[in-house]
């Protein structure tokens, strides 16, 4: 189970320091800046090979009406089906541990951070919400539009019940 730590760290890097519109058009510039190769891009999202050092190199971009809402990429490679979480989970948390040291030390103390089986740790920067994702079969990381984020983020409206 490898975690590209350096590759991801450049990402996130690279991300901070990208000048977002979050509109379609930043995709292939910034697939450029990053070595990226962008496969296929249609109405929904973009498919996106990476060139990081994991057994997926793959990242989907998700949005709508030429706008970007997010970005997510494998950072480790993805455990399979026959090998068992006994083995997968510690190498997962191990990586997940390492990648929040590098991203800290790059980005600062982190904006929320939500312990437990599926981790996530998210840094709110001023272009980018830059969010680490630890899953039961890889370790994501994504980068989201802080518009798209703060849409996620409000709260649901509370309906009173009609009795």
């Known amino acids: 189970m490898h975690v590209d730590i ?16 979050w509109a379609v058009d930043d995709l292939e510039p910034f ?5 990226w190769e962008l496969v296929e891009l249609d109405q929904t999202g973009a498919s996106i090979r990476t060139g990081l050092r994991v057994g ?14 997010w970005i997510s990429i494998f950072v480790s490679d993805v455990a399979d089906d026959a090998t068992p979480m006994t083995v997968v989970r510690p190498l997962l948390v191990e990586g997940f541990t390492n990648l929040d040291v590098a991203f800290t030390a790059l980005l600062g ?36 539009s802080p518009g798209y984020q703060a849409w996620v983020d409000e709260p649901e409206p509370e309906y009173e019940d009609e009795d």
Request: include cysteine; hydrophobic fraction near 40%.
């Open 6 to 21: 350096e590759g991801a760290t450049r990402i996130a890097r690279l991300a901070a320091e990208f000048d977002w519109t």
């Open 31 to 35: 697939c450029a800046q990053a070595g």
């Open 56 to 69: 997926r190199p793959e990242s989907i971009m998700f949005g709508r009406q030429h706008r970007m809402d």
């Open 109 to 144: 103390t982190a904006t929320s951070a939500e312990p437990g089986p599926e981790a996530t740790i998210r840094w709110d920067l001023p272009k980018a919400v830059i969010t680490l994702n630890l899953g039961f079969s890889a370790i994501h990381l994504h980068l989201t």
